[in-house]
C-alpha cells in the first residue's frame, strides 16, 4: 500500500491513519483499526486529507509575495468569471443552499467582484424552489451584496433631489 510521506503514524503499530471523512466516526489505524489515540502534533502544522489518509503538513500563514497574492486574485477572477455569469448563474444557483449563496457571495465581495456576487445571488433567487428560500423576496441584490460584506449600503434619492 502506498501512503503519504507526511501520514500520520499509529503510535501502537506505526500504521498509516486512515481519513475516516466528515462524521464518519473516529481516526483509526489501517493495519490495527484502532482508533487514533496519544498522537503526537508538530506545532506549526495541522493535519487534513491526503489520499485518504490523515496527513501532517505545514500551516502556511497565507500568500505573502506579490507572485502568490497575484496567483490567488487570478483565482478568485475565474471563479468569479464563472459563477458570476448569468447563464451559469441561472442554471446552478439554484441548485445552492442559501447559506451556500450567501457564503459564495460573500467570497466574491471580498474578492472584489461584487457585480458577479449580484449576479450569482439573483440566478440562485430565480433557480431556488425551496419554498424557505429568502432569496426571491429581495428586490436589491447590489444592497444585499453589499450588507453580505459588511460594507455601507448608500441611501437611494429621486433624481430631482
Excluded at 60 to 80: K, Y
Aim: aromatic share 6%.
Amino acid at each position: 500500500m502506498k501512503v503519504p510521506s507526511n501520514v500520520v503514524r499509529c503510535p501502537i503499530d506505526n500504521g498509516p491513519i486512515l481519513f475516516p471523512g466528515y462524521g464518519n466516526g473516529p481516526y483509526r489505524c489501517a493495519k490495527c483499526d484502532e482508533p487514533l489515540r496519544g498522537a503526537k502534533h508538530t506545532p506549526g502544522t495541522h493535519w487534513e486529507e491526503s489520499y485518504g489518509f490523515l496527513v501532517e503538513v505545514e500551516t502556511q500563514d497565507g500568500p505573502d509575495t506579490e507572485e502568490e497574492i497575484s496567483e490567488l486574485q487570478d483565482a478568485i477572477a475565474t471563479f468569479a468569471s464563472i459563477l458570476g455569469d448569468p447563464m451559469t448563474a441561472l442554471h446552478v444557483g439554484g441548485s445552492f443552499t442559501c447559506r451556500e449563496a450567501d457564503d459564495l457571495a460573500r467570497a466574491l465581495m471580498a474578492g472584489g467582484h461584487k457585480r458577479e456576487a449580484i449576479t450569482f445571488l439573483d440566478g440562485h433567487a430565480t433557480g431556488d424552489d425551496d419554498p424557505d428560500d429568502i432569496h426571491p423576496e429581495i428586490e436589491d441584490f447590489e444592497a444585499y451584496a453589499l450588507e453580505l460584506a459588511g460594507l455601507p449600503v448608500p441611501e437611494l434619492v429621486d433624481l430631482d433631489d
